[in-house]
């Protein structure tokens, strides 16, 4: 089940991709007589997964309103986080070797998680531009990433429990100006400038992925592969890093954590190869789909 956030003839809406339409969320919801959360964010925050089985049952319905997939404007799923988005640093072992450079510690390959988090106020979504702000920034880099997001609030989330409180999974391109974040002695602000967090297209519910998460995952920039890799090589896996963030920090539903990328970023390659206008960067990722962005 796809979970999409679009304008549609000037509105706000979010759905459910049922093959080349989708199906909004309020057709949806009033047929089983539910309230209708304003948007997909408060969805996520109220919805129950016993929900997702009586929408399965409507959406084999006939005669449910629809509206074609090709004419709306996709936005990221959740536009607005209520927080940070969060992130992990050096999260792929051969990625972790290619940018020994970055400031982070002496380990090339790290014992601990790196957490950070980076502003994402708006997240952009699919075909949205990311704008390289030229006068500050000339060397933009691009991560593929698989996105988690959080489905209920949880604390001291045990290892065995982690996939309880995940909703589904998306795709993010984590946007980093390498020269900012090299100067600054941490990542935040070289990540957290306008239009550099790409998510979407949609939100994958997690029953549609399977667990352990092992995933494709891949980025190409003018159609040229630059990374690919599997998420089975993460050094830190998904339940260990809810488990481990969870560990006196309460987790939000609606809370999105960017789970790190694999080796091949621009500033891996010798020369580096950042990103130029009118680049188009696909990061995509086995059963979720391909999130394109253009690069202005
Ligand atoms: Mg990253």
Not at 247 to 260: E, F, M, V
């Amino acid at each position: 089940m796809k979970f999409i956030s679009y304008l549609y003839k000037g509105k706000e809406g979010y759905g459910i991709v049922d093959k080349d339409s989708i199906v909004p969320m309020d057709a949806l919801l009033n047929q089983l007589g539910k309230e209708v959360p304003k948007n997909l964010l408060e969805f996520i925050e109220t919805y129950s997964d016993s929900l997702i089985e009586d929408l399965k049952a409507i959406l084999s319905k006939e005669g449910l309103e629809k509206i074609p997939y090709d004419g709306v404007k996709i936005t990221a799923p959740i536009p607005y986080p209520r927080r940070n988005v969060f992130c992990l640093g050096k999260n792929y072992e051969e990625h972790a070797l290619e940018v020994k450079s970055l400031p982070s510690g002496e380990a090339a390959v790290p014992k601990y998680p790196i957490y950070f988090s980076k502003i994402a106020y708006p997240c952009i979504g699919h075909r949205d531009k990311v704008i390289i702000p030229k006068e500050y920034s000339n060397k933009i880099d691009y991560e593929v990433e698989l996105a988690i997001v959080i489905g209920r609030d949880g604390r001291d989330i045990p290892i065995e429990k982690a996939e309880d409180y995940i909703f589904g999974y998306t795709i993010a391109n984590d946007i980093t100006a390498r020269d900012i974040q090299r100067k600054h002695s941490q990542w935040f602000k070289g990540k957290s400038l306008d239009t550099f967090t790409p998510v979407g297209p949609y939100i994958v519910h997690k029953s549609q992925i399977g667990f352990p998460v092992e995933l494709d995952i891949a980025c190409k920039v003018n159609g040229e592969v630059r990374q690919k890799s599997n998420t089975k090589h993460m050094i830190f896996h998904i339940p260990y890093i809810i488990s481990d963030l969870s560990r006196g920090l309460t987790l939000r539903a609606g809370d999105i954590i960017l789970t790190g990328t694999p080796a091949g970023v621009g500033m891996g390659f010798d020369p580096p190869r950042f990103l130029k206008v009118g680049d188009v960067v696909e990061c995509y990722i086995e059963k979720i789909g391909t999130l394109v962005n253009t690069i202005e």
